[in-house]
């Protein structure tokens, strides 16, 4: 008796279990169709909010996301736009393998992808979206056009960036210089400096000398004009005393003479 009881639980369990999946599955497609009249009237804020209404029933919606992302795309909502792309295209070997139908709206996400990537000047990004869906969808010739104007777009690019650097560098050689020369302009004038600190200190100590020269120069005077002084005193007195002697001698000649008269 048990035993059929638990059978039966089990299989009432299984019919809520189907009731409630075909329910969300019933409001899922719902919100997708509700979106989607909105998103046809171009009423892309409208439509947002009805396809997030059915991710949320069901988070791994494939086209509730994939609507989603378009809605975003419209209202110029770019980098959310992209996470809802990024979703569709991270369950790509999936969607394929259950449909291979599925080949063109993964083009179409990866066109998108595409888009937004030339809209934010990313055009290396944009490129390999555009490759992308070219694989999926190779008879895409607005695809194809992008992929040209990407890659053009993405040359240019690159060819600024490295003029860019170029004129970096030579505007890093040029301030290297300069920097060179201005060290070079501050040694001179520190050495300039050195120089004329030197020479005021010359001119400071030749003041402080000449002064110096100058007394021992009088000292030296005054010592030989008082030399000269004595000298010519003592050469007065010499003649002086040579005259007495001469005058002595004179007077003694006159005596003798008188005496022999």
């Keep these: ?17 189907c009731a409630g999946s075909v329910a969300a599955q019933k409001a899922e497609r719902k ?63 999936r969607l394929m393998h259950e449909d291979p139908a ?24 944009s490129v390999e979206a555009y490759k992308q869906s070219l694989r999926l969808n190779p008879v895409d010739e607005e695809t194809r056009y992008n992929l040209a104007l990407a890659q053009k777009l993405l040359q240019d690019q690159q060819q600024q960036e490295q003029e860019n650097q170029d004129q970096n560098k030579d505007q890093d050689k040029e301030q290297e210089q300069e920097q060179q020369q201005d060290q070079n302009q501050d040694q001179q004038n520190k ?8 020479e005021q200190n010359q001119e400071q100590q030749n003041e402080q000398q000449q002064p110096q020269e100058e007394q021992q120069q009088q000292e030296q005077m005054s010592r030989d004009n008082a030399q000269q002084m004595l000298d010519a005193f003592l050469q007065d007195e010499k003649d002086t005393q040579e005259k007495v002697k001469k005058a002595q001698m004179q007077q003694q000649k006159s005596r003798k003479k008188e005496k022999q008269w």
């Design 191 to 198: 050495e300039q400096e050195q120089d004329k600190e030197q």
């Design 31 to 93: 919100n997708v169709r509700n979106g989607n009249k909105e998103y046809k009237k171009d009423n892309y804020t409208e439509a947002e909010i009805a396809y997030r209404k059915s991710i949320e029933v069901n988070p791994r919606s494939v086209e509730g996301i994939y609507n989603l992302g378009n809605a975003l795309y419209r209202q110029e909502k770019y980098p959310e736009a992209a996470e809802q792309y990024q979703l569709i295209a991270g369950q790509g070997e």
């Design 102 to 125: 599925n080949a063109t709206r993964l083009a179409q996400v990866f066109h998108n992808m595409g888009n937004i990537g030339m809209k934010s000047q990313e055009y290396q990004k």
């Design 1 to 17: 008796m048990m035993k059929v009881k638990r059978k039966i639980s089990v299989v009432l369990a299984a019919v809520f279990l």
